[in-house]
């Protein structure tokens, strides 16, 4: 089995071992720094010599795998191994930012539970089983950054099943195996979780914490994104930036931007209901034009809801017409849907709204697409309507 050096320092990102198997890309070596990825947090990377490592994973004789395309290396040679360092450390302060920021967000709300975690370089989020208020957020973010100014110790201790201290430690014991052993992560005296990952050694060291995003997860609850270190000062700032842009847009003093754009939000929301009822109005009184037989459906619709529009659509295709409708705001929406096999909307749509500077694209039975100059709406519609008829009249 494989000497596990991350397991006891960390901050070991250079070091020689053994080269003891080489199957092709794998390579298994008699101890390792590089960190395999468990508990949510990707594996490490780096060079073993000259050789690039791009994956490290657990085998099934639970030795460490380092996965080196188009490696050289050889049973038997000693090797001098690095670990991408910057990589590796940003990874530490992201799990032990992970721990902090559940830690802190479970004192704003009783009975959180932790889903799922991932720390990469590219992301770290927690997801959690209930939402979250902003007011809850930032009172977790306090709590945070207080604890890392105040320069706590992280500490790994192992403990016993039976340890009646385990009651305070967060942990899935169904995720442990019997003989495996429990390795807790404690921040100073207001965290303990069961980890056997890779953290710094002092709450300093992440120098910042940020939450930058909420988002819903499907059923699993809500993704919680945040950052640390240099990365969370940058968010910070750009986040204050886009804050006061948005201030400035609105026109409102700073504390009343978030009621501002509550308001906004519902104004809009009746807007569009308002509108979805006057389309269907519009689309239940439209009058049709039967053109050797078949009907066919042709009007300019203000601002149409497009939903709306798309299931009427639906209904006069189903029963063999046509329905040629143009959506007038910013640009031209226009769209074309058939029933009859005679009239190709793809052609249609395409060869009318290149004459007006636009373009479209779809299927036979359905296109759809746009024309720039809003003036425009009744010629377009009125050279649809000819297409269509020189179709159907073909």
């Given at each position: 089995?494989?000497?596990?050096?991350?397991?006891?320092?960390?901050?070991?990102?250079?070091?020689?071992?053994?080269?003891?198997?080489?199957?092709?890309?794998?390579?298994?070596?008699?101890?390792?720094?590089?960190?395999?990825?468990?508990?949510?947090?990707?594996?490490?990377?780096?060079?073993?010599?000259?050789?690039?490592?791009?994956?490290?994973?657990?085998?099934?004789?639970?030795?460490?795998?380092?996965?080196?395309?188009?490696?050289?290396?050889?049973?038997?040679?000693?090797?001098?191994?690095?670990?991408?360092?910057?990589?590796?450390?940003?990874?530490?302060?992201?799990?032990?930012?992970?721990?902090?920021?559940?830690?802190?967000?479970?004192?704003?709300?009783?009975?959180?539970?932790?889903?799922?975690?991932?720390?990469?370089?590219?992301?770290?989020?927690?997801?959690?089983?209930?939402?979250?208020?902003?007011?809850?957020?930032?009172?977790?973010?306090?709590?945070?950054?207080?604890?890392?100014?105040?320069?706590?110790?992280?500490?790994?201790?192992?403990?016993?099943?039976?340890?009646?201290?385990?009651?305070?430690?967060?942990?899935?014991?169904d995720r442990i195996g019997e003989d495996e052993e429990i390795t807790v992560v404690a921040i100073g005296d207001i965290d303990y979780s069961a980890c056997s990952g890779v953290h710094?050694?002092?709450?300093?060291?992440?120098?910042?914490?940020?939450?930058?995003?909420?988002?819903?997860?499907?059923?699993?609850?809500?993704?919680?994104?945040?950052?640390?270190?240099?990365?969370?000062?940058?968010?910070?700032?750009?986040?204050?930036?886009?804050?006061?842009?948005?201030?400035?847009?609105?026109?409102?003093?700073?504390?009343?931007?978030?009621?501002?754009?509550?308001?906004?939000?519902?104004?809009?929301?009746?807007?569009?209901?308002?509108?979805?009822?006057?389309?269907k109005q519009i689309v239940k009184n439209l009058k049709s034009n039967v053109v050797n037989g078949t009907e066919v459906y042709a009007a300019i619709i203000p601002g149409g809801d497009?939903?709306?529009?798309?299931?009427?659509?639906?209904?006069?295709?189903?029963?063999?017409?046509?329905?040629?409708?143009?959506?007038?705001?910013?640009?031209?929406?226009?769209?074309?849907?058939?029933?009859?096999?005679?009239?190709?909307?793809?052609?249609?749509?395409?060869?009318?709204?290149?004459?007006?500077?636009?373009?479209?694209?779809?299927?036979?039975?359905?296109?759809?697409?746009?024309?720039?100059?809003?003036?425009?709406?009744?010629?377009?519609?009125?050279?649809?309507?000819?297409?269509?008829?020189?179709?159907?009249?073909?």
């Amino acid at each position: 089995m494989t000497d596990e050096i991350f397991r006891h320092d960390g901050y070991i990102f250079d070091f020689e071992a053994h080269v003891i198997s080489v199957n092709g890309d794998e390579v298994i070596l008699d101890c390792t720094a590089f960190y395999p990825g468990g508990g949510g947090q990707v594996c490490d990377t780096g060079m073993i010599r000259n050789c690039k490592v791009t994956e490290v994973f657990y085998n099934k004789d639970n030795d460490i795998v380092h996965k080196c395309p188009g490696n050289d290396l050889r049973v038997g040679e000693i090797v001098w191994c690095q670990v991408d360092w910057d990589r590796r450390y940003d990874l530490m302060q992201g799990h032990t930012g992970e721990h902090l920021l559940f830690g802190s967000l479970q004192r704003q709300c009783e009975g959180l539970g932790i889903v799922k975690i991932f720390i990469s370089p590219e992301t770290k989020y927690v997801i959690v089983n209930q939402d979250l208020s902003w007011e809850q957020i930032r009172a977790a973010e306090d709590f945070a950054n207080k604890a890392i100014r105040d320069n706590l110790s992280i500490t790994h201790s192992i403990m016993d099943r039976d340890d009646p201290d385990l009651e305070k430690v967060r942990i899935k014991l169904d995720r442990i195996g019997e003989d495996e052993e429990i390795t807790v992560v404690a921040i100073g005296d207001i965290d303990y979780s069961a980890c056997s990952g890779v953290h710094v050694l002092e709450t300093s060291e992440l120098e910042m914490l940020v939450v930058d995003r909420k988002i819903k997860a499907g059923k699993d609850g809500y993704e919680i994104h945040f950052k640390v270190g240099e990365a969370a000062k940058k968010a910070a700032i750009g986040l204050s930036n886009i804050a006061l842009e948005v201030i400035d847009v609105i026109g409102c003093k700073n504390e009343d931007a978030a009621k501002a754009v509550h308001n906004m939000k519902q104004e809009n929301e009746l807007k569009s209901r308002l509108l979805k009822d006057a389309t269907k109005q519009i689309v239940k009184n439209l009058k049709s034009n039967v053109v050797n037989g078949t009907e066919v459906y042709a009007a300019i619709i203000p601002g149409g809801d497009r939903n709306v529009l798309n299931d009427a659509m639906e209904s006069i295709r189903s029963k063999g017409g046509v329905a040629a409708f143009v959506s007038v705001s910013e640009t031209l929406s226009v769209m074309l849907a058939s029933g009859s096999k005679v009239v190709d909307c793809k052609k249609i749509l395409g060869d009318v709204l290149s004459q007006f500077g636009g373009r479209g694209g779809g299927k036979p039975d359905f296109s759809q697409g746009g024309v720039p100059d809003v003036s425009k709406a009744e010629e377009v519609l009125k050279a649809l309507g000819d297409a269509i008829s020189a179709a159907l009249n073909a």
